[in-house]
């Protein structure tokens, strides 16, 4: 049986590596993409998402991933992902995610009121970026 090896890479390293997966799904900006043994090379760039890595066929389990963008390369059954940062479902601070969501959603509202177009785009990342952690943490 034929497996993929799925490394997420991040400015701090290793930060995920499963050397029997047999389905990944990311959402690419060009939408949803699932990965297979056996797959054509390609390189995607992804959105701020989780990636989810399937180990068993037979079963529901599931390693689930936030990722915040990057970019997807597969090639000879190795999925290699380099992302800003990745944190498995089981490691996010819910709370400190909770606080940034928070902060976000002032630093949007102060944005718009100064009509500060740079501001106001920063600020809606780092919105996405905490509802991605929160929604993957309940996962």
Do not use: C, F, W
């Not at 999925?79 to 976000?104: F, G, M, N, Q, W």
């Not at 501001?119 to 780092?126: D, G, M, Q, S």
């Amino acid at each position: 049986m034929t497996y993929l090896n799925v490394e997420i890479v991040t400015p701090n390293g290793l930060s995920y590596s499963n050397d029997k997966a047999k389905l990944v799904i990311v959402r690419s900006v060009d939408g949803d993409l699932g990965i297979m043994p056996g797959h054509s090379p390609i390189i995607a760039p992804l959105t701020i998402d989780e990636v989810r890595v399937k180990v068993a066929r037979d079963t529901d389990e599931q390693d689930i991933i936030a990722t915040n963008g990057g970019i997807m390369e597969v090639r000879d059954d190795l999925v290699t992902i380099v992302a800003d940062s990745a944190e498995e479902s089981s490691d996010i601070d819910v709370p400190r995610a909770e606080r940034a969501k928070l902060r976000a959603e002032a630093k949007i509202a102060k944005a718009k009121e100064e009509k500060n177009i740079d501001n106001l785009r920063r600020a809606e990342v780092a919105l996405s970026r905490a509802i991605n952690r929160i929604n993957v943490s309940k996962k």
